[in-house]
């Protein structure tokens, strides 16, 4: 811009000056001829203009005025894209013409000219003259016309001797018509053509700016990203570290672990030492119940002396009081008499003395009468009392025995899976695994037996289907039946029900006991389980074609610890059939047997029953799956859901279960509220307590039923107790399912999916979060356990003796809740079989219970 302002003043100037007389101020003319000066320097094209260093222009005058006027005008220029470097020479002597690109001479030195001409020789030098007469010497000369302008002459031929070439324009402005208005008429144009392109080169610069601006963006974007990956990338190597930690971790684990089996042979062959004791022990208890028997037989002989006693004794105060009856009769007959005859009252009074004595008789009698009664009540005491201590001595026995021989079978199974171990080696263990599982089976079975014997027994009906009961057993035995090749099937009779309500559990003992006594006492043939139904009473047949049973000896097998016949190595206890017996005959009915011996025996047990609908059996529940219901899928039922309860932890419990799931719940603390809630909040779902201040839940049922929009609302009841009575009582109000306390949690969510659209989101990686939360060891898992209550203690120690994932279900549901970090280590347990860990901590603090409860009395 500067560059181009500047060219239109020089051209300004130039325009000005050429057009007018200059005379009058000297020094414009001056202006003009530097200005020509510059012009001329402009359009002149040397050969070597890339390889000049600077621009020289070399001016001979004495008053410097020209050169000042040039150094000014050009203080901003350049020439050939070189600085501008004015030299302004006084005298000749100075040989600055040479290196010079100009030579600028002024008319005071004009007698110098041809000197300076001869001094260039042939070198590429504009020699500029001014108003020189003879172009000899000048190439371009600047003289004066009569108007008083500037014009300028050139000599081409002495241009092109010195390699130079001058523009079409300057040699235009040659020769006496100077146009200086085309000229500035042509600068005019080219700087208009310049300030388009000017224009044009400031939008693109706006372009490229605002693209400059764009890719920055992009660049921060991208540098945004990199650090971001960055980010990510030292996150997985931090994660890979972990793993390969956690890898570790394990491996170490796993060589822990090969230890503890060594330790766990070592405890095995201590274990197998302790049983033999436990079974000498065992022996040793069986022989004192022997005598206790025997003992208490002996007391029933006197008893029943005693009762015979006082059956005599019964006798004899009847016959006293006959006596006395007929003497009160003849004392009436006297009393009459009395009053007739005087004489006879001598004979009365005889008569009353003589009544008198036997009151006295009777009276010594009775006295008798009441010790004998006394000395009974004794004998009777002293029966139970050994009867009982008996009972529990049995099961606190069989309790003790129990304990060391889960662990006995747990282990052994545990070692016959164990592919490492030799063949003869497994034999062995198979023997161990056999006779522990013998030993259990007598356990269990004295058990039953003491808690029949304590009248312990109860009975637990629920609805069932009786075929698959029976089926269910017999194909479970069938394996046992086809060993020995005997042929095992069942028959129905006629049409079995589909619901009965029953004992379904003693159902199955009883069939499994003469299943496999059926089996064990055959040796060919064919065994029959016969099903019949007829006035409400189930007719079970066991019938097999093996060894039967001598006359003599029926009365006697269903005595506890009979064994009849040939013994066979494959006998049991003794006890099958008196606890058949005792349970067929607890839940109302009968068992008979004929048999034959060499022929087969027939056992015939009727049970009573009572008639259910189909709709009401209780499907066993699928296996419980430890997975957490953390929410359900979008596109499931919300659900208003209220919950009637009057016990705040329950209601915290519930709470807890359904607060996952998209439902909006509130809470009534009592049947009135219920009622009340229901019609302001409209429920979808009502959870109902049975029990409750106020109003219970059965009314409050019948008149939420009873009300506008009743009828739609589905109602599900909490009950403590489920009898038939109370479950008929609840579908009456109108309850659409029930549940039991203690409930499961799987139970509730399967309530809700049987009546509402809804699919549950299960938590896959809880348990690995868990357990990466909190990593197992003994001390932690103890640390843990102690802050269990002693009823949770006790029930986390039975279900872990009985050494089995599936009885561990119950418990971890409920640490599930009470504390997850314990939860997570008893799962862990459960996983590597360590159960040893959580039976040995509940002793442990059991121990120490004991130990600070003993310190505070
Ligand atoms: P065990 O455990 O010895 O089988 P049980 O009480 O079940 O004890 O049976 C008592 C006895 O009755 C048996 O020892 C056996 O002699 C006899 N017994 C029971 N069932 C049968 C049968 N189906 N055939 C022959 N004998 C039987």
Redesign the pocket.
Known sequence: MKIIFRNIVLISVLMVFSLSAYDTVAKSRNEVIAAYIYLLSKNTKWPNEAGMKKFQIVIFEDDNSIANILKKMTQDLKLKNKKIEILNVHSLEQSLVKSAQVVFVSQQYGASLEKIYNEIGTKPILLISENIIDMNYSMVDLYENIKYRINIRINLQNISKHHLKVNDKIILLGGSKVDVSKLYKSSIKTIQEQEKKFEKYQTLNKKLKEELKHQNSKILLLKKDIDAKKKEYSHMLHLIKKKEKYIQEKEKKIIEKEEQLSLLQKDYQELKDRLQEKQIFLEKKIAEVQKAKEDIHKYSIILNNKLKNIDKLDQRIKEQEATIAKAKEQRLVQENQIHKQKLVLLLMGIIALLLLLFMIYFYANKKTLEKLNQDLHLAKDEAEYANRSKSIFLANMSHELRTPLNAILGFSELLLEDSKLSKNYKKTIDIIYNSGNFLLTLINDILDIARIESGKTVIENSFVNIKYIVEDVVSILKSRAEAKELDLKIEYINEIAECIEIDAKKIRQILI??I???I???SSGTIIVKLEMKDKKLYLN?E?E????AQK?LRT??EPF????DASSD????????I?KQFIEAMGGSITVT?ELGK??I?SIIIPYKECKKSEIVVEHRALSLKKVIGATADSQHLKVLIVEDKENNILLLKRVLEVLPFEIEVARNGEDAVKLFQSFHPDLIWMDRRMPKMNGEKATKIIRSLPGGKDVVIIALTASATTDDKKRLEEVGVDAYTVKPYKFQDIYNLIKQFFKIEYIYDDDDDMVLKKESSYSYDRLKEEMALLEDSMLDELYNSAILLNKDDMKAILEKLSIYNRKLYAMVVEVVENLNYMDILKAVDEIRKEREGEKSEDK
């Open positions: 006991n003469h496999t006594n059926a064990k006492y055959s066991i097999d093996g060894a039967g049973i000896d097998i269903f009979e064994q009849v016949g006998t049991g206890s003794g006890l099958g059939l008196t058949s048999s087969g025996s056992f």
